[in-house]
T-cell receptor
Framework: KQEVTQIPAALSVPEGENLVLNCSFT??????LQWFRQDPGKGLTSLLL?????REQTSGRLNASLDKSSGRSTLYIAASQPGDSATYLC??????????FGAGTRLFVKA | SQTIHQWPATLVQPVGSPLSLECTVEGTSNPNLYWYRQAAGRGLQLLFY??????ISSEVPQNLSASRPQDRQFILSSKKLLLSDSGFYLCAWSPTGEAGYTFGSGTRLTVV
């Protein structure tokens, strides 16, 4: 049974700092891994989707990597801004309409 | 471009009342559709998914049901709400089972 864990559960950093959010999964047989951002009381906004054959994806200040063999994905945020404050969730798609979500990392960027 | 609409945004309902949440997708055909529930401080729980009109798969036996009367319409219902049905409900779609998901804006349901 696939399990997805995100560490840390919460993170507070000063503005301008580079940071890494971690996501680990127990079953390496995944089709893809997707990172989302969720603002309080809002839906999930897709940030990056990494297919199982890919190692990383980049969008602006965001870079996500995938290491299936170790069961890990990281989301790197460069030069963090207060507007980056949100909860970040990762989701591992294991096929058959099964996508397992982590509980998220709540990020607070201090101005 | 594809868009997903979900309404209402918030809903306060008494225990025992019925429920109907609606989700529609525009700009695509035959999408896979999903209903998730998110409890406070917890991950997302898949409730139902659908691969076509009238085809509904339930992941968690509960007080809720889903229907897909049209290709791009997905409805979450209940005949009698329980206090435990309170939560944040999210609709999502994907073009295939292995592609990424796009979520709606969510419905905050409070059962009182």
């Amino acid at each position: 049974k696939q399990e997805v864990t995100q560490i840390p559960a919460a993170l507070s950093v000063p503005e301008g700092e580079n940071l890494v959010l971690n996501c680990s999964f127990t079953d390496s047989a995944i089709y893809n891994l997707q990172w989302f951002r969720q603002d309080p009381g809002k839906g999930l906004t897709s940030l990056l989707l990494i297919q199982s054959s890919q190692r990383e994806q980049t969008s602006g200040r965001l870079n996500a990597s995938l290491d299936k063999s170790s069961g890990r994905s990281t989301l790197y945020i460069a030069a963090s801004q207060p507007g980056d404050s949100a909860t970040y969730l990762c989701a591992a798609h294991t096929g058959g309409f099964k996508t397992i979500f982590g509980a998220g990392t709540r990020l607070f960027v201090k101005a | 471009s594809q868009t997903i609409h979900q309404w209402p945004a918030t809903l306060v309902q008494p225990v025992g009342s019925p429920l109907s949440l609606e989700c529609t997708v525009e700009g695509t055909s035959n999408p896979n559709l999903y209903w998730y529930r998110q409890a406070a401080g917890r991950g997302l729980q898949l409730l139902f998914y659908s691969v076509g009109i009238g085809q509904i798969s339930s992941e968690v036996p509960q007080n809720l049901s889903a229907s897909r009367p049209q290709d791009r319409q997905f409805i979450l219902s209940s005949k009698k709400l329980l206090l435990s049905d309170s939560g944040f409900y999210l609709c999502a779609w994907s073009p295939t089972g292995e592609a990424g998901y796009t979520f709606g804006s969510g419905t905050r349901l409070t059962v009182v």
